[in-house]
């Protein structure tokens, strides 16, 4: 620890910290532009400069380490005059056109120059003019504006690992360029619109489209992936205008992937806002109470075994514990939250979650990637990944697809019979498992819905056994799952109780129907005379094979909750209320459970709540990952079969029926994935 004395206050700062760092710590404010707590220092921008005594000039104090004994000033004559100067040279090419940025209201340029600046220019000749520079379907520039802070620089480099951007030129022919002019094709990108403290980057989809001061906040979670990125909805009226990420260390820091930011646009379109029932093979809107007795019609006149559900992606936990609750009443164990067909269980929470936690990938010192692509599985996990193979010099191997996961990695091969050699001590890489201190294995969700997963389980166990992967201490054990709704499933039990009923079963036996947003089923597998009714938000797959449509509400226009990959519970807030005749999923369950004369005993969301929690604690502990009690039951031994990995989803963009429904995502998908995978089409 260092002794230092920030304007005559005596403060302790670690070694190794910055004079910027220490002056925070003292509750001084220091103006920056390119310095960033995320990224590396670049000290560009010279608006951190202090004064610091002994020293001849002003010190830029983001990039000086503190010392013992050092005397600081940051409100002296010396520093407002060097601020100033700063910002003097700061605007004098930048184009006086505030009325028209997507930034006003937002510009760290305004803000500090309106509290740093001296009011006046000097400068009375021409301003530089400089051409925009293209970036792809995401990400609109204006490179006058540029002050070449090279925070985007900076960010694709260091986090997302594309190394895209970079300067080019000398002086003040210093121009920030893609150098080919290609669209940015990280899954990130979006990213440098926030970092960027002026107007040069902004958003493209929402250009021009509205002001900061006229948006509503609302803060919530996203569910286009297992991460439970914490996100800002804002909105205006009864619109969704644009989602920011919420800093959060424990889980995605400050950034937010490119399709949580701008699939948001897919909630406009194909939305089911009526009830609809199909009369001579064609969908036609009617009423709820038509539609509520044709159901509960069909439901009595049913053998209640025969009554099945089946929940999709983005199901909300209260949806799926009151539909558990109405199914087991009517006489029913037809039910499942994994419509891809996985055969991982609930029988032991730690095989189920992200043991290590999202934070925790950050302690680890070996990682052992499994069946996975975390680029496009968890584009935020993906970067924390990446962050520790830069800064703590991690090392990483991957059975599986090779792919580019913007880390280098060993690829150990694309077979599972690896597996059983590391397992078994047979493998070069066993040696490197006994030796780490913190090891993790990350395995992927498609694993379990491979016919041979019962070897998966035997000997991924047998690992975590064998080196010491789960101790006291640490739980380097991780399921990277990719739908939202997995784990919160798994942990009310909303899957089988009886072993000999699976998806399949559902899908061909059942004589009525639930498809609760559940788009990825194979629908061929439905029988032509089977009553299904869909209670979604989209007109995506499963409602074209609906009897009854039942419409719901969005993630953004209604209070849920859900279980993360690392099995943290997480509620969605409602920014802006469901389109006309749309109700929350647990509402339409509900009232039909009373039609059916089934008294579930709730008449309010906070009832549904406690009710959950009373029957399962972790329900009780909101935002915090509870670690799970680990018994390993080895379990029998399997062998596997000789069928290769293959990643099942190859568009990051388009794998739900939210982003199905973007065109900003069609965009990204014609123009960075196509140029990535050459033939693929939408």
Known sequence: MAKLTVNGIEIEVPNGATVLQACEAAGAEIPRFCYHEKLAIAGNCRMCLVEIEKSPKPVASCAQPVAEGMIVHTDTAMVKKAREGVMEFLLINHPLDCPICDQGGECDLQDQALKYGNGYSRFEDEKRAVVDKYMGPLISTNMNRCIHCTRCVRFLEDVAGTNELGAIGRGEDVEITTYIGKAVSSELSGNIIDLCPVGALTAKPYEFQFRSWELKRTNSIDVLDAVGSNIVINSRGTEVMRILPNPNDDINEEWISDK??????????????????????KLEPCDWDTASTEIKNK????NPQKVGAVAGDFTDVETMFLAKKLLKSLGSDSYDCRQDGSLLDNSERWFYTFGTTISGIEKADLCLIVGSNPRHEAAIINARIRKVFLHNKTQIALIGEKVDLQYDYKHLGNNPWILKQIAEGEHPFSEQLKTAKNPIIIVGAAVFTRPDFEAFVYYLKKMCTQFDIIRDDWNGFNILHTSASRVGGLDIGFIPESKSINIQNILEDSKVLFLFGADEVDLKKIPQDTFVIYQGHHGDKGAY???????????????????????????????????????????IVNALAKLLKVDLGINSLSELRRAIAKEFSIFQYVDSVIPSEVKINPGKMREFEKDSFTNPNKNFYMSDCISRNSKTMAQCTQEILNKQYGNFSL
């Open 260 to 281: 949580t930011r701008f699939a948001y646009d897919g909630l406009k379109y194909q939305r089911l806002d009526i009830p609809m029932i199909k009369k001579d093979g």
């Open 299 to 302: 439901i009595l006149a049913t």
């Open 545 to 587: 094979r609906a009897d009854i449509i039942l419409p719901s509400a969005a993630y953004t226009e209604k209070d849920s909750t859900y279980v993360n990959t690392e099995g943290r519970v997480q509620r969605t807030y409602a920014a802006v209320p469901p389109p006309r005749y749309a109700k929350s999923d647990w509402e």
